[in-house]
């Protein structure tokens, strides 16, 4: 696990706060759930064999309860569906901290942040434009430019059951040529293989059979609304065959954004689809169920490497240097922060050259600068940092206004 460090952690906030910006006006509401649940709301995820489960940080708390840290963001906001019984259509967002057990790697961490937006109660397939229309929206408001959409439907659980067999079949007919590890994934969960980047797998993925071929009328009819709604709203898409989700619980739409600027194993900046039976499975009514994950630190590495979305500067209205002993910094930064204005200042009563060493090093405007003169005067020294103004000394009452109506510098 990682730390954040500033300013990079701001960055980071900064996405969820535009997230926010996004969503909120479109009907979403922030919901806050929990970082441990009781692990069988995420373990049912699992249920298909290769599931989150095997990723998961599992533990007993002191009270003998058996507990995970989450690995998505999804179970959650359905088992708080299933517990209070909201109104639907439930629209809410997301965001926060994951735990996976997966090997890091570039854009692979092990704690990671997730925004996440989820719909329950709504089977509208122009539900699932509106979903894949906020991500897209989401990604150009960051600037980025080089991201692709893919979409694809996995049809009702009947026609994939029928593709998921023949699928099998056809992979199991060519499991001479598979990677021994893509075997083991055939045992378990044969959808998963198309998401095999091995090599070695690629002739029997692009020879296999493809779910658009087991659509019943419903499922096709579902998907074409999708894809004219998206034509309608003027998103490019790419419909993928082989975009599936392992997951029992996923049908019909799916969808990912791939930032172009990554490299090929970790692009997938966000991904969801549609779902059915995690409400059930937690306790609640029978509840259709969309949403969409979006993953704020491979969001920033893509942003990173289209130049978009750059760190704010650090904009400091003023630095106090304060060498009467530090109590009139004490009051003044209190007051001028009051007033608004961005201020810090100087500890442990150091030298003024070395205060003023840190005023520099700050990027603030101007050093307000208080010595034993001013102190008895009532008066501040008022020094730009930037730029080739004049140094004043002006009256303490005044020096609010005088900040406010200065022009503002960033470094
Ligand atoms: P998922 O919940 O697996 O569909 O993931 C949704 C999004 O979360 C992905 O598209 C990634 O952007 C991000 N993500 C998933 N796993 C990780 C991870 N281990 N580290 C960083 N980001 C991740």
Known sequence: MRDVLPPQSARARRLVDEFARVVEPAGYGELAVPLIEDVGVFSRLGEAGEGVSKEMYEFEDRGGRHVALRPEITAGICR?????????????????????????????????????????????????????????????RLGLRRVRLVVNSLGEPDDRARYVEALAAHLGDRADEL??????????????????????????????????????????GHFDQVRRGLDRLGIPYDVDAKLVRGLDYYRRTTFEYLAESLDSAQNAIGGGGRYDGLVEAVGGPPTPGIGLAIGVDRTLIACDDEGVFPLEPTALDAFVVDVTGGLEAAALTSELRAAGLAVDRGFDNRSMKAQMKLANRSGAAVAVIVGDDELAAGSVVVKPMYGDGEQATIPRTELISHLIDQPKVTT
């Open 179 to 220: 990677a021994p590890e893509t075997r083991q994934t055939l045992a378990n969960n044969p959808l998963r293989v198309l998401d095999s980047k091995r090599e070695q797998d690629q002739a029997a993925i692009t020879a296999a059979p493809t779910i658009g071929d087991f659509y019943s009328d419903a499922a096709a």
């Open 80 to 140: 708080s569906y299933a517990q209070h019984r909201p109104t639907p259509p439930w629209k809410v967002w997301s965001a926060g901290p994951n735990f996976r057990y997966e090997r890091p790697q570039r854009g692979r961490f092990r704690q990671f942040d997730q925004v996440d937006l989820e719909v329950l109660g709504v089977d509208d397939p122009l539900l699932d434009v509106e979903v894949i229309a906020l991500g897209w929206e989401f990604f150009a």
